[in-house]
């Protein structure tokens, strides 16, 4: 018989996390656990008021869906229950987890894949002021790849150039969470390219992105909050040069997986992103991230202190996580 438990954990943040929408100070995520035969699986979500989720109405759509998973549920089941967001990243990882354990394989070995390589994941600067912004990049100088978190429009110019003064090494990606104008576009996306901005996130609204169709662009620009799973892939084309893929987005590994291959054969470029959450969220992302151009799983080098045993970083890089914590 198979036991269903669903938590939900309050991680603070080192500080305070901002981006365009709002700041926050902890991670909220709900964690399913899955127990069979001996064997736990685990998996984790975080709820986003962006796409209209919340707490209670994850933990309300997996204690809906109890009867299902108790009852012995499959991942080739787990659509029929949970709507592609994320309580069903939360569960489909439980699953693949619970596998590995009962199998006494690793879920890579499952999948085929190559035994995980350690990657090195961007390192997210927040939101602020210019001089703040430029303080921040300073201290983290040290780090080979930078994720700015802007979307104030032509303002951000200036925090551009303070940021790369103050980290003249790091590559940078741009992520403007839907903040800035189409008619603002063209001069933020030359100063990106003359700073050495490697990737925009996101510029425009997900609604209102169709001005960067056939747009010229001397930076490769990526579809976040446009770019959920597969069913929307064929929306980005033409539109955005790489999509950034995220678990709780497309509601588990096993869509996350599909949708990494069907991207890739569109000729979009990977992003691997996250939530801010803890080791657990990131573990399952670390797969699909071995063949993506940028890391982004930073989510707990912003916590003020990670679960144990969690995910090993050695500054930017990071290792395959012990068993005991997934996979």
């Known amino acids: 018989m198979r036991k269903l438990t669903v938590k939900h954990e309050s991680w603070p943040i080192a500080g305070k996390f901002t981006i365009s929408r709002g700041s926050k100070t902890s991670a909220e995520v709900v964690v399913v656990t899955l127990e069979e035969d001996g064997a736990k699986g685990h998996g984790e979500c975080?709820?986003?008021?962006?796409?209209?989720e919340t707490l209670e109405g994850v933990i309300a759509a997996l204690e809906a869906a109890r009867p299902r998973i108790e009852a012995g549920l499959g991942r080739d089941g787990v659509a029929e229950v949970l709507a592609p967001k994320a309580a069903r990243n939360a569960l489909d990882c439980a699953l693949w987890d619970l596998e590995a354990k009962r199998s006494g394989q690793?879920?890579?070995?499952?999948?085929?894949?190559?035994?995980?390589?350690?990657?090195?994941?961007?390192?997210?600067?927040?939101?602020d002021t210019t001089e703040a912004m430029r303080q921040a990049a300073e201290k983290a100088a040290h780090r080979p790849l930078l994720k700015v978190k802007?979307?104030?429009?032509?303002?951000?110019?200036?925090?551009?150039?303070?940021?790369?003064?103050?980290?003249?090494?790091?590559?940078?990606?741009?992520?403007?969470?839907?903040?800035?104008?189409?008619?603002?576009?063209?001069?933020?996306?030359?100063?990106?390219?003359?700073?050495?901005?490697?990737?925009?996130?996101?510029?425009?609204?997900?609604?209102?992105?169709?001005?960067?169709?056939?747009m010229r662009r001397a930076v490769p620009v990526c579809a976040d909050e446009s770019a959920h799973d597969r069913h929307g892939l064929g929306t980005l084309l033409g539109r955005y040069d790489a999509i950034n893929i995220k678990l709780d987005k497309t509601g588990g590994l096993t869509e996350a997986l599909a949708l990494a291959g069907a991207a890739r054969a569109e000729g979009l470029q990977l992003m691997v992103g996250c939530m801010v959450a803890t080791s657990l969220a990131m573990a399952p992302a670390m797969l699909v991230a071995e063949e993506a151009?940028?890391?982004?799983?930073?989510?707990?080098?912003?916590?003020?202190?990670d679960r144990e045993p969690g995910i090993r970083f050695e500054g930017s890089t990071m290792y395959w996580p012990p068993r005991e914590l997934w996979g």
């Open 46 to 52: 975080v709820p986003y008021a962006r796409y209209g």
């Open 293 to 305: 151009a940028v890391v982004d799983l930073d989510g707990p080098l912003l916590l003020a202190k």
């Open 106 to 127: 690793p879920v890579w070995k499952l999948l085929g894949m190559s035994e995980p390589k350690p990657l090195v994941t961007a390192y997210t600067l927040s939101l």
């Open 150 to 214: 802007l979307g104030r429009g032509m303002e951000d110019i200036e925090r551009l150039r303070a940021i790369r003064a103050g980290a003249p090494a790091s590559r940078l990606i741009v992520d403007a969470n839907e903040g800035w104008k189409p008619e603002e576009l063209p001069a933020l996306l030359d100063t990106c390219a003359e700073l050495g901005v490697v990737m925009v996130e996101q510029p425009l609204p997900a609604g209102n992105d169709e001005a960067l169709r056939g």
